[in-house]
């Protein structure tokens, strides 16, 4: 169970001054959680470096010279859930709230297919009332026919519904449990459905369970401590390789962004640290995905190519459609990197790698 | 030199695997200038529209043999669906199974290898199953009729070479179908131990793909294989422990009469 290794996880960040020689750590087969632990609490630059090469190595060997691209498309902002930290909040009483129908959804999926973009990721608020499961069910149908790689960002459903999306041309979830640490969790979520930690906890599991093929963890840095936050979602995420054997397991970093709310992130996050635990994870976990999205600076983003990076969101917009009409709806965040879809892929090309549009890992085959 | 093999006769017993290249444009040259003929394309990489210049479809040379993968199947019936879907769109009915057991050492599933296989020998195609080195399962393969096995060198990417030679060896001797060692070979000189060994044909794609040139370190793998080959077909000496004196020496020293 999770919970148990939550726990576990507990007792070795109360003992974190102990740390294994990093060293001794990167010369290992098998790295234990301590060993991990060890790495994200190093502050040497050197360390650094190095640990950037073995990265950089093991990505190249599990994940060949290629960065998968994708871009998501927001079809609703409405949102019964009150976190503090999000753009969608119902707090946020000024925002203009939108959902798509079909037709706006296909406009939206022709202008984004235009660039090349043959992923797409699904988002709404957490709101079954006005975007019920027959809504998202009824956007994965119609992206299915369109995109060979169709994953979702709503809320957290049934283990039934998402057996009934997996066979209608799901291939992914996307769901961050925010954070682990299950005060600070309590009190940034105050209402609504995202509310319960261990429902959300137990998403990917349900998913995966359902026939899902790949799903991806994230915890929002800067809301909670992020060595705990990093620490126990690169656990959970490991748990769940060992125990859907055949999944495609993913982690993804943002770091809290402004979004038109007043909330100040109560922990910095800054771009060594990132770094250091996107070189930690694949260190750790050698075969996972590590996604980095449009949150980051161009700076950051093409730095990142080759080192431990799998898969990067392009050309993204983060407010509700916005590819072929702009809503003027607000944003769930701000977005760094504006660039397009096609500046993007030349980046990645100059950089000596190719950039991967296609992914038919469920699409085809339901 | 050349391997007749899935109906076809092949010179250049390097098949190249395509996934992890950094550049697409890198297979035409190695179709033209190192005269490769195979090339393994995962289905589930495959963009259905031609002409949006990030098809492999519109980098493959016409003449070249694509062996499409069905990496992404968990199990035989997702296999056999990608295969099937494989084949109307490149239209090539040479498929390698790949239907993986656990991702962390990308290790095949022998058993649902062998259901999947039963089924596309059927349907007509040429089966390339991608497996654990197991003689067993190699034999039961064979019989069912496919058109080569494809034992693993060492786990996929590894870099390792040839890990489990007594286990090809028994397969190579054993089994009248072509062996392709496919995984594992991170060097050329792995690439010439397993030509030496007997293998028909070697994959390769991490080695390669990863490597500072792609187009020249296949060069290097294509040379290798060749050596490899050549000093097969030739016979290679015995090792022995202790130094053999050629023979016009030995003829003085064992030839002499009291």
Known sequence: MIERILEEADKLLKDKDQRNNIEDILTKEKLSPKDFLSLILDDDDNNLFIMAEISKKITERYFGKVINLFTPLYLSNFCICGCSYCGFSMENKNLKRIKLNTEEIIKEFESIKSHGIDSILLLTGCDRINTPFEYILSGVRIAKDMFSEVVIEVYSLEEEEYRILATNGLTGVTLYQETYNKEVYKKLHPYGPKKDYYYRLYTQERALRAGVKEVTLGVLLGLNDPIEDVFKMVLHAEYLLKKFPNAEISISFPRFRPAGTNFKEAFKVTDKMLLRFIFSTRIYLKNVGITLSTRETPKLRDALIGYGITKMSAGSKTSVGGYAKDYSSGNQFENEDRRSVEEIVEVIRNKGYRPEFTNWIGGLIV | ?258
């Open chain 2, 1 to 258: 030199m050349s391997l007749m093999i899935g109906g076809k006769l092949i010179v250049n017993r390097l098949f190249v695997g395509t996934g992890k290249l950094p550049d697409y444009s890198v297979i035409k040259r190695m179709y033209e200038e190192l005269k490769i003929e195979v090339f393994a394309v995962a289905v589930r990489r495959i963009n259905l529209e031609k002409g949006t210049k990030y098809s492999i479809l519109d980098f493959l040379p016409k003449e070249a043999k694509i062996m499409v993968n069905t990496s992404g199947a968990r199990n035989h019936k997702e296999a056999v669906k990608i295969a099937l879907i494989g084949r109307e769109i490149t239209n090539s009915d040479w498929v390698k199974i790949e239907i993986s057991g656990e991702l962390k050492y990308l290790f095949p599933d022998n058993e649902e290898t062998l259901k999947a296989s039963e089924i596309l020998v059927k349907e007509g195609f040429k089966v390339f199953p991608y497996i654990f080195p197991d003689l067993v399962l190699a034999k039961k393969l064979e019989d069912i009729g496919v058109s080569a096995v494809m034992p693993l060198g060492s786990p996929i990417g590894s870099n390792k070479g040839i890990d489990c030679e007594t286990l090809l060896k028994a397969i190579i001797n054993e089994i009248d179908i072509p062996v392709i060692i496919d995984a594992g070979i991170g060097k050329p000189s792995h690439a010439a131990k397993a030509m030496e060994l007997g293998a028909d044909a070697v994959l390769i794609n991490t080695a390669i793909a990863t490597s500072f040139d792609p187009f020249l370190m296949a060069k290097a793998f294509s040379m290798a294989v060749s050596a490899g080959r050549l000093a097969y077909e030739i016979g290679l000496p015995k090792e022995q422990e202790y130094a053999s004196p050629s023979s016009p020496l030995a003829d003085l020293i064992r030839g002499e009469t009291k």
